[in-house]
């Protein structure tokens, strides 16, 4: 593994970010109107400019902070639970954060108190709930294994995803379809207030994320080792998943359940940057916003004009991903032991 220096930590985010801003310059000229960024030069851009400006833009970045957090996400949860097959998707985490928006919504929170995130307060609390579930079912001998948490998520998930599916049946029919697309995972356009919001708590969580990166990799290494250098494990796990849950809720809350985002990205900043949770947050995370942002590019325009949700594509990449790694797992275990 390469030693992390300064000047490596710094290129490696500097190439990352340039590409990131060459992706975002790209998927923003793209799209079934034919108008890219050139045309805002024009001395009269008309509907160029309301096109790019109002409606792909925010599209585009909003794109980027949900593949970041959930990137990010993902990367921690992988290093706490020393299980590569974590993911906030797939341990149920954005599942119970769903279903705390969702209940919040149909309980009409958001309108009655719109000056308060009380959605998205909803939604945190979802995720915090699921992590205490999961541990609580996987718990045994004083121990929390890794395997039963991973498929109590997927139960706890298929649970949640009912749930959300009933609420909405009780409350009629008529705003089931934009459910659906949602719980799938759909990027919208949202508003430059509520972008500049999100990205202010993704940017909180992940640097939070990334101070930790020390502590981190030794847990990473195993619990014992990380006591017995003076790690406190147990705050420092709490402290980690909560700003990872935080992260989560929030993409949520915003772009629904998009699933695999951070199963894919993670594995492969290990491969480019190495293990260090110093860099691979970080990096992980510009990864994650360029990888979900040309996925919404391609849902974009491959079937233009009809608009496929993002979470069909990383679900198209990420199940056959979580299947190749299940039985690299499982034949290393058998391996083993």
């Known amino acids: 593994m390469p030693i992390l220096t300064a000047r490596r930590f710094v290129l490696v985010l500097a190439g990352l970010t340039l590409a990131l801003a060459l992706a975002i310059l ?14 805002l030069l024009r001395p009269d851009p008309g509907p160029a400019a309301d096109m790019i400006v109002r409606v792909r833009l ?23 639970l020393r299980n590569p097959l974590a993911d906030p998707y797939i ?22 108190a719109t000056a308060l995130p009380l959605r998205g307060a ?6 915090i709930a699921t992590v205490g579930l999961l541990v609580l ?20 998930n298929t649970v949640y995803l009912s749930l959300i599916l009933l609420v909405q049946t009780m409350i009629g029919e008529s705003r089931m379809h934009g459910v659906m697309l949602w719980m799938v995972g759909s990027v919208p356009v949202e508003g430059y207030g509520v972008i ?50 935080l992260i989560t809720a929030a993409v949520v809350s915003v772009a629904g359940l998009i699933g695999f985002a951070g199963l894919i990205v993670p594995h492969a900043a290990r491969l480019l940057f190495g293990p260090d949770h110093r860099l691979l947050v ?18 974009r325009v491959v079937l233009a004009p009809t608009e ?15 299947i190749w790694l299940y039985r690299v797992r499982r034949r290393k275990v058998a391996f083993h032991g």
Request: charged fraction near 10%; aromatic fraction near 4%; proline fraction near 3%.
């Open 308 to 322: 496929l949700p993002v979470g069909v594509l990383t679900a198209i990449c990420g199940g056959p991903f979580f």
């Open 122 to 127: 909803a939604a945190f609390g979802g995720s």
């Open 26 to 39: 790209l998927c923003a000229s793209v799209g079934s109107s034919g108008y890219t960024l050139l045309d």
């Open 282 to 299: 970080p990096a992980a995370a510009i990864l994650g916003g360029i990888f979900l942002l040309l996925a919404d590019t391609a849902a």
């Open 196 to 245: 500049g919001g999100l990205a202010a708590i993704l940017a909180a969580g992940i640097l939070g994320l990334t101070v930790l990166g020390r502590d981190l990799n030794l847990i990473a290494a195993g619990e014992d080792v990380a006591r017995g250098l003076g790690v406190e494990v147990e705050r420092t796990r709490l402290v980690a998943i909560l700003f990872a849950s």
């Open 91 to 112: 341990l149920g985490i954005s599942g119970g954060a769903a279903l705390g928006f969702i209940t919040a919504s149909t309980a009409g929170l958001g309108a009655a």
């Open 58 to 80: 925010p599209r585009v970045l909003i794109a980027v902070l949900a593949g970041a957090a959930l990137a990010a996400a993902g990367a921690v949860f992988q290093g706490i």
């Open 137 to 156: 079912l996987s718990r045994a001998h004083g121990r929390v294994g890794t395997d039963p948490m991973i498929l109590n998520g997927v139960v706890l």
